[in-house]
């Protein structure tokens, strides 16, 4: 079965740095784009990253453009986002999503795994 185990959250000050990690397994892993939702008390889901199935080419949001770095490496079957310059804001479950075809989506109805989720909360 197909399980992804997102790692790495936690609290942090603002301006402060992490690293979350999404391990895949269950799936041909680069086969999949993969992406980084957020979601926060009362709010959708929202896109923050997501790269190619290669890994070759990513797109963030603009609201975290130039912060945070998504990065895949298939032979350990990993996704990672690394965010910096964290602001409060940015506080939310952090989920990774798997997606079944090569090519970068933005919507959460395109993504056909997803994990567990991972808070991330940033102190002002």
């Known amino acids: 079965q197909v399980q992804l185990v997102e790692s790495g959250g936690g609290l942090v000050q603002a301006g402060g740095s992490l690293r979350l990690s999404c391990a895949a397994s269950?799936?041909?892993?680069?086969?999949?784009?993969m992406g980084w939702f957020r979601q926060a008390p009362g709010k959708e889901r929202e896109f923050v990253a997501a790269?190619?199935?290669?890994?070759?080419?990513?797109y963030a949001a603009d609201s975290v453009k130039g912060r945070f770095t998504i990065s895949k490496d298939n032979a350990k079957n990993t996704v990672y986002l690394q965010m910096n310059s964290l602001k409060p804001e940015d506080t939310a479950v952090y989920y990774c999503?798997?997606?079944?075809?090569?090519?970068?989506?933005?919507?959460?109805?395109?993504?056909?795994?997803w994990g567990q989720g991972t808070q991330v909360t940033v102190s002002s």
């Open positions: 999503g798997a997606r079944g075809l090569a090519t970068i989506s933005v919507l959460v109805s395109e993504y056909d795994y």
């Open positions: 790269i190619t199935s290669s890994g070759g080419y990513a």
């Open positions: 269950g799936l041909f892993f680069s086969r999949f784009a």
